[in-house]
């Protein structure tokens, strides 16, 4: 007698039943690194917009500039111009450099322009000059802690998973990104 060599119905259900947890086990890891590149890709480009402050501070005798800071606004903060207008001579049109592409308003903002879903497409950037800096000093050269006083940094926590306290990518002013900065604000909160 010829015995059938196929795959009994309890052998496919075992093998299905292992690729299923195999599948769980494996989606949650393939989404915290795609997280992880968001995060420091969103990093990355912070640096290069500190790449454009340092040539804006060469040129500008070390001047901290006066930014608006959410030129979107009506009415406007201020009459100042945003941080990707500052620094047009140095991007050369590629705004690309402002997008974080976990850019995400969660947080929406009074006498803001309603019906956009990211900083990016309502501000041109996913990233804002702190104007907190222009109490400390005239000029970037007189910031005593310069490693401490932050210059540029993500609108909102884009970094993080919904729910939960997310984290946010900051540009220092000695021009170091810190890409893991804790956030008290709740991500889709």
Known sequence: MHKSRAFT?????????IIGILTGILLPVVARARGG??????AGHLHEVGHMLQMYFGENRNTLPKLNMMPSLRPPLNGNP???QLLAPYHRGDTEVFHCAADQITQP???APPGFETYFAREQSSYYWDEDVSIYASRITELKDSAAVRLVQEYE???GRPGRNGSMNRLYADLHVDGNVPSEIVIGG
């Open 82 to 84: 945003g941080l990707v």
């Open 9 to 17: 119905l309890v052998e496919l259900l075992v093998v299905i039943a």
């Open 109 to 111: 903002v009074a006498d």
């Open 157 to 159: 926590p884009f970094h």
């Open 37 to 42: 590149a968001a995060r420091a890709r969103c």
